[in-house]
């Protein structure tokens, strides 16, 4: 059986007192109302992770997560945070790749594959985000260019290894857009992450690989896409900042 999981990814939003209001609100009705087997992991921006730990039980249902961290374990790379650090005040997961990184901060699948290194290396779980463009997607081969995203930045790992990761699949198309990918669409794509992991891995760690989908995903439409066999939960962005709806989500997962 997967582990199904819905991370909450908070980007550059909250002051303080909003995010500790967030935080208070979300673990007391996942504790009160998600009855389900999944884990919730929660991204807040790096200033609040070690004030969110006091909202957050090691072990628990609930898991705190980072949105990024550097490649190296220190140096003088001002502004920037490295595993070791995050591993030090109790961060479980740390998203990697996501396309705004990509996009705005230019980095690249071999950067990617130094980052998930020194994840892995500290004890962090990697959520590993791969997706395409929308004319990519009207005019490409997408599923070509995301195959390459996970080769280039995952497959150097040992099958050992490369089980400890968990995979987002956000078509870029879909982020923060009100777009969203249909069911069919994200079922299509996870399957074919599935079986270009199976064809370097095996069936049987490609069977066992989270894959979460990431891409204006809410309560309106997270039960249809967390129905589909390879869709293992998801990564949230806008509907996490919302303490009900983003339990709402979570209860959809099945």
Known sequence: MRKKIVAGNWKMNKTLEEAK??????????????????TVVLCPPALYLTTSRQYITAGGRVALGAQNCHEKASGAYTGEISAPMLQSIGVEY????????????GETNAQLA??????????????????????????????????????????????????????????????????????????????????????????????????LYGGSANEKNAAELFAQPDVDGGLIGGASLKSREFTNVVKAVN
Request: proline share 2%; hydrophobic share 40%.
């Open 21 to 38: 209001a967030l935080l208070s609100e979300v673990v007391n009705m996942v504790k009160d109302e998600v009855t389900g087997d999944v």
């Open 94 to 105: 740390v998203i990697l790749g996501h396309s705004e990184r990509r996009q705005y901060f």
């Open 114 to 211: 130094d980052k998930v290194n020194s994840a892995l290396e500290n004890g962090l779980t990697p959520i590993f985000c791969c997706g395409e463009s929308r004319e990519l997607r009207e005019n490409g081969d997408y599923i070509g260019f995301v195959k390459d995203q996970l080769t280039d930045s995952l497959f150097h790992l040992s099958a050992e290894t490369f089980a400890k990761v968990v995979i987002a699949y956000e078509p870029i198309w879909a982020i923060g857009t009100g777009l969203t990918a249909s069911s069919a669409q994200a079922q299509d794509m996870h399957f074919e992450i599935r079986r270009h992991i199976a064809g370097q891995y095996g069936d049987a760690i490609a069977q066992d690989i989270t894959i």
